[in-house]
């Protein structure tokens, strides 16, 4: 049984296109985050969802908008794309209150912005 | 500055030898936790080990151990004999105690295992 799945796995498109990138996790965590890897592997953090309300947005452009239906989902809206945003999309999910709040990691998402 | 810093960008280390990754935090937290992740060539993010700021013994997990030495404010991960599936990125990460729960992470190191 997959943990946190990410849909699709890979993502071509043309700058300018609006994009989504969907996420899941079945292990009835209640946060949920958004991270990018760039092209040097540096993973920063990007959105945390909490029981569907949104605790961390870092500086990221407005263009980016994250959207959590439920606690099980949240997924990852990109307009106007642009070549910068070209990178693999990760998310992860954890239970907020642990003694360790282990974060569970999908398998990513590998956008290319042409 | 950093919160996490991994100096090594690239490592070697013999088929069935030991290897130490480096990794030092900064922060004026008295609680945090810090993470090591594994990420392979097909590109997954695989969690290895925790460590908590109260933990008083090193954690262990397996074959991979954390030196955690809290006054230094290091946090380096030992692999024990490697094995050729140990080639991979690994990135050490830092939760901070207070409010948000995100990860910090360092730019991470390549360990090559040679056979």
């Known amino acids: 049984d997959t943990a946190v799945s990410q849909t699709p796995k890979y993502l071509v498109t043309q700058m300018g296109n609006d994009k989504s990138i969907k996420c899941e996790q079945n292990?009835?965590?209640?946060?949920m985050y958004w991270y990018k890897q760039d092209s040097k592997k540096f993973l920063k953090i990007m959105f945390s969802y909490n029981n569907k309300e949104l605790i961390i947005n870092e500086t990221v452009p407005n263009r980016f908008s994250p959207k959590s239906p439920d606690k099980a989902h949240l997924n990852l809206h990109i307009n106007s794309l642009e070549l910068g945003d070209s990178a693999v999309y990760f998310c992860a999910s954890s239970q907020r209150g642990l003694l360790i709040e282990t974060q569970y990691f999908g398998p990513g998402t590998r956008l290319l912005v042409l | 500055a950093q919160k996490i810093t991994q100096t090594q960008p690239g490592m070697f280390v013999q088929e069935k030898e030991a290897v130490t990754l480096d990794c030092t935090y900064d922060t004026s937290d008295q609680s945090y936790g810090l993470f090591w992740y594994k990420q392979p060539s097909s590109g997954e993010m695989i969690f290895l080990i925790y460590?908590?700021?109260?933990?008083?013994q090193n954690a262990t997990e397996g074959r991979y151990s954390l030196n955690f030495q809290k006054a230094r404010k290091s946090a380096n991960l030992v692999i024990s004999a490697s094995q050729l599936g140990d080639s991979a990125m690994y990135f050490c990460a830092m939760r901070e105690g207070t409010g948000a729960n995100n990860l910090f992470f360092g730019t991470g190191t390549r360990l090559t295992v040679i056979p």
């Open positions: 460590q908590g700021s109260y933990d008083e």
């Open positions: 292990l009835g965590h209640d946060t």
